[in-house]
């Protein structure tokens, strides 16, 4: 499922590794600001926009006259002309004054594909900042909860040590230190649980910020996921 999330081909190998759980040292304004500068598919739409300005200056141009010059040289070994060699230049225009009705709409139609176009870059752009976001106040959570789970485990651990020395002492009773072998599996089940949804975080803002290539394995080695 990482892979899945991360883009990644689903058989790429990846290893966890331990770390110190640390929120990254730029906000969400400059993630926000890395992932518009970075997405290729705002880049994508960005170019596709461009493209379209360039088609509507290319239709505008039809309501112009097109200009031609084309020049030449022969030579003819004839006894019967005065001259051998001949240039000569033509000059052409080519005007089709009865289309102006059709460029016209061409040119509506041109236009209107770029604001379409601009419209969906827009929405795009939203859209990012919301995929950032998303991420970042996931990332935020899952460092909240691997914080208060690792009390729990510390907490379960201490609890459970101590009903084991109540039960060598007589004090205390089996069903005590099985309950609380119980709970610490459970608080270390909690913990684990909240490590994995705080990578899967970071490997969803990875990929909000247009940063996801990262990871990609070199030469079919295990890359260890940050």
């Known amino acids: 499922e990482l892979n899945k999330v991360l883009m990644l081909p689903v058989i790429a190998p990846t290893v966890l590794k331990d770390e110190n759980i640390v929120l ?23 170019e596709r926009i461009r493209q379209q300005e360039k088609t509507v200056v290319e239709t505008r141009a039809q ?4 200009f031609s010059v084309q020049g030449g040289h022969a030579y003819q070994v004839n006894s019967y002309t005065l001259h051998d ?7 052409g225009m080519n005007w089709n004054i009865f289309s102006g009705l059709d460029t016209k709409a061409a ?5 209107l594909k770029v604001q379409q176009l601009q419209e969906q870059h827009k929405d795009m752009n ?19 909860r691997i914080r208060t789970t690792e009390v729990a485990v510390t907490q379960g651990e ?18 005590d230190v099985i309950d609380a072998e119980t709970l610490l599996t459970r ?12 990578q899967m975080a970071k490997a969803q803002m990875l990929w909000a910020i247009g940063g996801i290539n990262e ?3 070199q030469e079919n080695q295990p890359r260890h996921v940050p």
């Open 63 to 66: 309501y112009y006259p097109k």
């Open 187 to 198: 608080t270390r089940v909690n913990y684990w649980t909240a490590v994995y949804d705080h």
């Open 158 to 175: 201490e609890n459970l040590r101590l009903n084991e020395e109540r039960y060598k002492e007589s004090v205390g009773t089996a069903t």
């Open 107 to 111: 040119v509506s139609q041109a236009k």
């Open 126 to 144: 939203e859209q990012v900042q919301l995929d950032v976001q998303t991420a970042y106040l996931k990332i935020k959570e899952t460092v909240d």
């Open 24 to 46: 990254k040292p730029w906000g969400l304004a400059d993630a926000t600001d890395a992932a518009l500068n970075r997405r290729s598919d705002l880049k994508a739409t960005q």
């Open 85 to 91: 060699t001949q240039w000569f230049v033509i000059f």
């Open 215 to 217: 990871l990609l394995p």
